[in-house]
């Protein structure tokens, strides 16, 4: 049904809202969620098990991998998630669209920093940190 599809866009928006916050809170997140996969990839070594992609300390991630993951899934649903709310939200979707143009923000931090030599991506690698 229409209301469960709702629900379930609503719930991966929740999931991934802190690609929309404020550069240090999507930066401490995204550290924080490196780390809780490359625990996954240890217990994985520890059982013998292969290691899960995106999960092995040995190949840490770079930018570039959180510009891929934002491309490929957090843009177009936070896109979707926008354009569902002008529609049919309260205040024509503005707190919505607020929340997209956050998720542009860090994109470009992230776009930016990929382009930049293999140095890890700091707060500093980028004007457009705000």
């Not at 490196?34 to 992609?53: A, C, H, N, V, Y």
């Not at 840490?60 to 491309?71: D, H, K, M, N, S």
């Not at 931090?109 to 140095?119: D, E, G, R, T, V």
């Amino acid at each position: 049904t229409e209301m469960r599809n709702v629900f379930c866009l609503a719930m991966k928006v929740a999931d991934l809202f802190h690609c929309s916050r404020p550069l240090e809170i999507h930066h401490r997140w995204v550290d924080l969620i490196t780390e809780e996969f490359f625990t996954q990839g240890d217990l994985e070594t520890e059982k013998g098990m292969k290691i899960s992609p995106g999960m092995d300390r040995s190949q840490p991630p770079g930018p570039l991998q959180q510009v891929g993951f934002t491309e490929i899934f957090v843009l177009p649903l936070f896109k979707t998630w926008s354009e569902y709310a002008r529609n049919f939200g309260s205040q024509d979707g503005q707190r919505e669209f607020i929340c997209y143009e956050g998720v542009e923000r860090n994109y470009k931090f992230w776009l930016h920093a990929s382009k930049q030599p293999s140095n890890p991506a700091s707060l500093s690698n980028s004007d457009d940190s705000r």
